[in-house]
């Protein structure tokens, strides 16, 4: 699964930013209130696997730490974002706060596109009250996430800017860590430069708050990528702790493979689970790392919690480490390489379909009353993560369940360590059936 361009909406609160990710999107995804300032996060859709839309917060006055919470996620947006979306209600006229949005935004020299939201109302503004925020007539476009008008013209619009930005291909490796606060995070990074000798360069990374540094191993140059990614809000529920999403989502994006940091002093949090499905989501591999070992006497109880808890990633490898005395820090590289290797792997169609026809005679997928899945063969067309399309007739009766029971079955021939395996199910058609 490619690593997809983000594309950000900023704007003040209650300029329909949640509305418009959820018309995008299909479905609904940001909580969409009257009230302003509903959206506290960054929420982020893939949008039809060309970009990854990220909404952030409503922009307010840093009247305290949460509220400087959310400046920051705007400011990352500009940092982090290669289109940003400048989203305002074009019943309103353009204030000094749009004004100083719009300045931040085309200080980048990134794309910036004027959204006009709520343009399906009578008291709309003409453009030219919104010319002076400097921004391009041509990059203006009216929207109205309610009825979906101009919305199919936005869509177009990020397309095409994505395709004439020129990616170039990276050769490196691109390991990123990701955890909660103080998980050793900067620590491994630390040992996992000085362990390595072979040091290729070292240097800041341009997205805020990530640190790189570059190594090689076995010939292979690896790229780690530090950052800080998750903060803690200064005023939220008791227990519940949230992030800053944007960094953290840019990391992972960028990377092949997410390491993620768990402390092992520190019962994980339901954080660490999500941001495990995050990595998943990503088609990222994805290697679980327990810190500060030598805090702690016994870590066989928390393994057998992380198994518990985790058992929807069985295939994600272990790694217990200490940064202070250095344990299992080089074994890491080790782990990477097999990752990499599960995740580039080819399994020969003849052997797919032998694993195909074991599991439907020992287990024949269940559908509706008379109807029901007919599988007939399975091929693999991608890889990074493995990508499998099984054909048959009425595939769409195809229950998840059995899906995770194939993928039992092919991972029990074919382990592949630390990565996630994609299906997709293709009904057959007369027209294939003749060719």
């Known amino acids: 699964m490619k690593s997809l361009p983000i594309v950000a909406l900023i704007g003040q609160t209650n300029a329909g930013k949640s509305s418009l990710l959820n018309r995008l999107a299909h479905k609904n995804i940001a909580i969409v209130a009257r009230e302003e300032g509903t959206t506290r996060d960054s929420v982020s859709a893939r949008i039809d696997d060309n970009f990854l839309l990220i909404d952030t917060a409503g922009l307010k006055n840093p009247e305290d730490d949460f509220e400087a919470t959310i400046q920051d996620q705007i400011n990352d947006a500009i940092d982090s974002a290669e289109i940003i979306l400048l989203t305002l209600d074009s019943t309103k006229y353009p204030d000094d706060k749009d004004k100083r949005i719009a300045k931040s935004a085309l200080k980048s020299k990134k794309p910036v596109i004027l959204v006009l939201n709520k343009s399906d109302k009578g008291e709309s503004l003409d453009d030219a009250e919104f010319l002076r925020l400097g921004i391009k007539p041509d990059m203006t476009i009216r929207t109205s996430a309610t009825t979906g008008q101009g919305t199919r013209e936005l869509q177009s619009k990020i397309t095409n800017l994505i395709g004439n930005t020129t990616h170039k291909p990276e050769e490196a490796l691109k390991i990123a860590l990701i955890g909660r606060p103080n998980v050793g995070k900067s620590s491994l990074f630390n040992s996992l430069a000085k362990k390595q000798q072979a040091i290729v360069s070292s240097r800041q990374g341009t997205t805020r708050d990530i640190n790189r540094v570059a190594v090689k191993f076995k010939g292979r140059d690896i790229e780690f990528l530090d950052t800080a990614g998750l903060r803690k809000p200064g005023k939220r529920e008791v227990g519940i702790e949230k992030f800053s999403a944007l960094r953290t989502l840019a990391a992972i994006e960028e990377a092949d493979i997410c390491c ?32 500060k070992s030598d805090l702690i006497e016994n870590t066989d109880e928390i393994l057998d919690k992380l198994e518990y808890d985790f058992n929807f990633i069985p295939y994600a490898p272990v790694l217990i480490t200490s940064s202070e005395t250095g344990k299992n820090v080089t074994k890491l590289y080790d782990l990477i390489e097999t990752v990499d290797e599960s995740r580039h792997a080819e399994i020969p169609t003849s052997q797919l379909n032998n694993i195909l026809r074991e599991a439907i005679i020992s287990h024949p997928p269940a559908g509706l009353k008379n109807t029901h899945p007919k599988p007939k063969y399975i091929v693999q067309t991608d890889t990074c993560p493995p990508w499998f399309v099984i054909h048959g007739r009425e595939m769409q009766l195809m229950h998840w369940s059995y899906k995770r029971f194939l993928e039992r079955k092919i991972r029990e021939k074919y382990p592949l360590i630390g990565t996630p395996i994609i299906f997709s199910f293709h009904n057959e058609t007369k ?5």
């Open 260 to 291: 993620l940091l768990i402390d092992a002093t520190e019962p994980h949090s339901k954080l660490d689970q999500a941001l495990a499905g995050q990595i998943i989501n990503a088609g990222k591999g994805i290697i679980v790392i327990l810190t």
């Open 431 to 435: 027209r294939d059936k003749e060719k």
